[in-house]
């Protein structure tokens, strides 16, 4: 019987300082030359990384009470606006939201200043109550002088995505970047190898309760992502290819760093936000040994056209090729581009490792794992 370990045993090594941690990258490294096994005995947890555009995010901001109190109805901040259906001075703001259809700043702008330290200018109206007669407030906040900050992004990280390419005769705007036409590039956004859910295809160890670095800051995964979907075919390395999992994600963005939470405009796209999260993988068993060492060539996605209108399906391209800046599709060649920052990755992956080694990092065990799924429904809009 191949040996196991406990996510409770790799914490005591932690904590008493005998823990090894690598790098989802040295940990590929390794995988050239030594066996699941090998790995096992010498590794007790791997660091992953991501950091690109992640629109399906925002944050929860609780104001405080004005004097008299008021049930904020109508919001904004920085003119961007800010929904107020929640309760007396709760609201959500989305990272794509702006004030005017081709703004250049919007919701992960107002976040991205608050996080570091700016005044925010807030606006809001209401209709008067009883209970809260005030009708309008305007002000200057900060994230000092508010009572929460929580960022809450619904659908972060996910397990694959798409390579993005245009076969019109015309440049095309995505949330993908611009792509060319004629096939004239190809943008992806995953960061292969050191990519979470990658080096946990089947989320055995990646699930309701998990610590994780989220923006700086240690947060936490708080339920699957929105559009889930473990029911994509795999590879012979039993990867998913195209987009399959997600993970919502929760932290105290008080807490968070600019350096890794940044406001992006994708041109006459529209805005978004580069998120960074950082996921220990504990090494638990031969079978997460052999995860953990997948490598850039191992890991394949769909090719798609993004210029057509119908995302049709062109072929599919490995991670090694896409990050060597050059892939064939068709007989062209085409120039590739990560839309993710490798270089941020990276570095978030080794902070995480020098925090978990340190002992202010502790993994968790997984309030719940997450269920298989089949498949998405689409909604069928009729006019």
Same mark, same amino acid.
């Given at each position: 019987?191949?040996?196991?370990?406990?996510?409770?045993?790799?914490?005591?090594?932690?904590?008493?300082?005998?823990?090894?941690?690598?790098?989802?990258?040295?940990?590929?490294?390794?995988?050239?030359?030594?066996?699941?096994?090998?790995?096992?005995?010498?590794?007790?947890?791997?660091?992953?990384?991501?950091?690109?555009?992640?629109?399906?995010?925002?944050?929860?901001?609780?104001?405080?009470?004005?004097?008299?109190?008021?049930?904020?109805?109508?919001?904004?901040?920085?003119?961007?606006?800010?929904?107020?259906?929640?309760?007396?001075?709760?609201?959500?703001?989305?990272?794509?939201?702006?004030?005017?259809?081709?703004?250049?700043?919007?919701?992960?702008?107002?976040?991205?200043?608050?996080?570091?330290?700016?005044?925010?200018?807030?606006?809001?109206?209401?209709?008067?109550?009883?209970?809260?007669?005030?009708?309008?407030?305007?002000?200057?906040?900060?994230?000092?002088?508010?009572?929460?900050?929580?960022?809450?992004?619904?659908?972060?990280?996910?397990?694959?995505?798409?390579?993005?390419?245009?076969?019109?005769?015309?440049?095309?705007?995505?949330?993908?970047?611009?792509?060319?036409?004629? =096939? +004239?590039?190809? #943008?992806?956004? !995953?960061?292969?190898?050191?990519?979470?859910? $990658? /080096?946990?295809?089947?989320? @055995? &160890?990646?699930?309701?309760?998990?610590?994780?670095?989220?923006?700086?800051?240690?947060?936490?995964?708080?339920?699957?992502?929105?559009?889930?979907?473990?029911?994509?075919?795999?590879?012979?390395?039993?990867?998913?290819?195209?987009?399959?999992?997600?993970?919502?994600?929760?932290?105290?963005?008080?807490?968070?760093?600019?350096?890794?939470?940044?406001?992006?405009?994708?041109?006459?796209?529209?805005?978004?936000?580069?998120?960074?999260?950082?996921?220990?993988?504990?090494?638990?068993?031969?079978?997460?040994?052999?995860?953990?060492?997948?490598?850039?060539?191992?890991?394949?996605?769909?090719?798609?056209?993004?210029?057509?209108?119908?995302?049709?399906? =062109? +072929?599919?391209? #490995?991670?090694? !090729?896409?990050?060597?800046?050059?892939?064939? $599709? /068709?007989?062209?060649?085409? @120039? &590739?581009?990560?839309?993710?920052?490798?270089?941020?990755?990276?570095?978030?992956?080794?902070?995480?490792?020098?925090?978990?080694?340190?002992?202010?990092?502790?993994?968790?065990?997984?309030?719940?794992?997450?269920?298989?799924?089949?498949?998405?429904?689409?909604?069928?809009?009729?006019?």
């Amino acid at each position: 019987m191949s040996k196991t370990k406990s996510i409770e045993e790799i914490n005591e090594k932690i904590r008493t300082g005998k823990a090894v941690v690598l790098t989802a990258g040295e940990v590929s490294a390794m995988g050239k030359e030594m066996s699941p096994a090998d790995v096992l005995k010498k590794v007790d947890v791997v660091t992953t990384a991501t950091f690109g555009p992640m629109c399906s995010s925002g944050a929860f901001i609780n104001f405080g009470h004005t004097e008299p109190p008021m049930r904020m109805e109508r919001i904004t901040l920085n003119n961007v606006p800010v929904f107020g259906g929640i309760a007396a001075v709760d609201a959500y703001i989305g990272a794509t939201e702006v004030a005017m259809p081709h703004d250049i700043y919007g919701g992960a702008h107002v976040i991205e200043d608050l996080i570091a330290g700016k005044d925010v200018l807030l606006q809001a109206t209401a209709k008067g109550t009883d209970c809260y007669p005030r009708t309008e407030v305007k002000t200057l906040i900060n994230k000092n002088s508010v009572n929460e900050f929580i960022m809450f992004n619904p659908r972060n990280a996910y397990q694959n995505y798409n390579v993005a390419v245009n076969t019109t005769s015309k440049i095309k705007y995505t949330y993908m970047g611009t792509l060319l036409p004629a =096939l +004239g590039n190809a #943008n992806f956004s !995953t960061s292969g190898e050191l990519s979470p859910l $990658l /080096n946990d295809p089947e989320l @055995r &160890t990646i699930g309701i309760g998990t610590r994780i670095f989220l923006g700086g800051a240690q947060g936490y995964v708080a339920w699957n992502g929105t559009q889930f979907n473990t029911g994509k075919p795999v590879n012979a390395h039993g990867i998913p290819i195209g987009n399959s999992a997600t993970l919502s994600v929760i932290g105290d963005a008080k807490q968070m760093s600019t350096r890794f939470i940044k406001a992006a405009y994708f041109e006459k796209y529209g805005v978004t936000m580069f998120v960074g999260i950082g996921i220990p993988i504990p090494v638990i068993d031969e079978d997460m040994a052999h995860r953990v060492m997948i490598r850039n060539s191992q890991i394949e996605t769909n090719v798609i056209d993004y210029g057509s209108g119908n995302s049709e399906l =062109l +072929g599919k391209v #490995n991670y090694k !090729t896409l990050f060597s800046g050059e892939m064939i $599709l /068709n007989g062209k060649k085409i @120039r &590739t581009a990560p839309l993710s920052s490798i270089k941020v990755a990276k570095e978030i992956a080794q902070i995480l490792r020098e925090e978990i080694i340190s002992g202010r990092f502790l993994l968790t065990e997984p309030v719940a794992l997450f269920s298989k799924t089949t498949g998405l429904n689409k909604c069928e809009i009729r006019i």
